[in-house]
């Protein structure tokens, strides 16, 4: 099946928003097997719109409309889309009863131009959308079946989740049972990822599985897709390919699935009845931020301090003027003051400059734990946000690995050594 994803708004085809919808959209459509072919943006011009769907009917077997279904004046979704179909503009009481109810429960009239978003194709198929006021709906327009989303993300999420993907799952005619397992991985490289993992396809039937990447520094994530009559099959076929990619990728993995760094952190302190504080410079309290509010932080999390350089922070958690302010000078001293099981201290020395992609930074970790006390040290180019990003997520698989009995100092390959 040949699936369009067809963006509008003049803010996305000029440039003003990154079209963050359209990567989402294509990602998780590809986890489902369903292959996108074209990709169209369009501005806020009734005559673009028409022509856009007029040609995305012609050659595709499904097309996804994102955006144009506010309540204002440049939303030309719903109009548009009725005229190419051929269709009149009517409206839907349904939905007018839904959004009435949706600021009813906020205690807010609702205003008069919304009522606009109620104004719907006389054949459209409505497409709910609980967290939001923008009606989605599905209609054919020649021989396409058109679903049209809303912009905002979250409401574009959940529509396509729950709304779309099944509907053009039973288009597809697909009959088997496709699963997506995700591991996310710490300190290695895409390329590296790929020469370890090869062969893994092999280990299961012909097209069973798909191997696939998608990086975001300092993250990555390894993507197995499995297709199976049953979710039996699917089990079975993922078993022997988990366990290859796990005894591969080892140490470096961090957490699978929905799984995160910083919730294995948690989960780990939480299993060992123990409490945290953290110290850093230059990151401005990222890995703090990461832990802080997650569900159940509240029983582990101590204390945080963060500084601009490490001598400030050295006073921050009681160290004597004059006292060298090392990561583990900063970590004993952070956890004998806090009264905290463990403490992490992270501490950056920027290269003068760093905002060069040539220069970076060197990482300090330390991590005090009764009387044991583990450190690190890195050096890692590209920058400063580079620097930030890598020594954030560096402190925390420190913490990971530190609490999980792993080698806490093992080389990555963003570190120049």
């Known amino acids: 099946m040949r699936i369009e994803i067809l963006c509008t708004g003049d803010e996305v085809l000029t440039g003003k928003i990154i079209n963050s919808n359209f990567s989402y959209m294509s990602q998780k459509l590809e986890d489902f097997g369903l292959q996108v072919v074209w990709g169209t943006t369009v501005g806020d011009d009734r005559e673009a719109l028409l022509e856009a ?13 994102n955006g144009g279904l506010g309540p204002t004046v440049d939303d030309l979704s719903q109009e548009m889309a009725a005229r190419a179909a051929g269709v009149e503009l009517v409206l839907n009481e349904e939905w007018l009863a839904t959004m009435e109810s949706y600021f009813q429960r906020r205690s807010r009239i609702m205003p008069p131009n919304n009522r606009k978003q109620a104004m719907l194709p006389s054949t459209a198929e409505i497409l709910d959308n609980p967290i939001g006021t923008a009606c989605g709906f599905a209609l054919d327009i020649g021989g396409a079946r058109f679903f049209f989303t809303p912009g ?33 991985s710490y300190g290695i490289g895409e390329s590296r990822a790929d020469a370890l993992l090869a062969g893994l396809e092999e280990l299961a039937p012909a097209g069973a599985v798909k191997l696939g990447f998608r990086a975001h520094y300092p993250q990555l994530e390894t993507k197995i897709t499995v297709r199976g009559a049953d979710m039996d099959e699917v089990e079975r076929t993922l078993a022997p390919v988990t366990e290859a990619v796990r005894a591969r990728l080892g140490n470096f993995i961090v957490a699978e699935d929905d799984r995160t760094l910083e919730g294995e952190v948690l989960g780990g302190l939480l299993a060992a009845g123990g409490t945290l504080a953290v110290a850093e410079t230059f990151t ?16 582990i999390f101590a204390r945080s301090v963060a500084a601009r350089a490490a001598d400030q922070l050295g006073a921050a958690v009681g ?17 004998e003051a806090s009264g905290a099981s463990h403490a992490l201290a992270v501490i950056v020395d920027l290269d003068e400059g760093s905002d060069r992609m040539d220069l970076g930074g060197t990482i300090h970790i330390a991590i005090a734990a009764g009387e044991r006390v583990e450190t690190r040290e890195a050096r890692v180019l590209g920058g400063r946000e580079w620097v930030r990003l890598g020594a954030t997520e560096m402190g925390l698989d420190c913490l990971r690995r530190f609490l999980q009995g792993l080698p806490v100092a093992e080389r990555i390959d963003f570190e120049k050594v």
């Open 53 to 65: 769907f007029r040609l995305a009917a012609g050659r595709a077997d499904a097309v996804i409309v």
């Open 152 to 184: 905002v993300p979250r409401e574009l999420r959940r529509m396509l989740e729950e709304q779309i993907i099944p509907r053009l799952l039973a288009k597809s005619g697909i009959q088997t049972v496709i699963h997506l397992k995700r591991f996310h």
């Open 284 to 299: 401005g309290g990222q890995i703090a931020a990461r832990i802080a509010p997650l569900p159940g932080a509240e029983r």
């Open 319 to 335: 160290l004597a003027p004059g006292t060298d302010g090392t990561a583990v000078a900063v970590a004993r001293a952070l956890r």
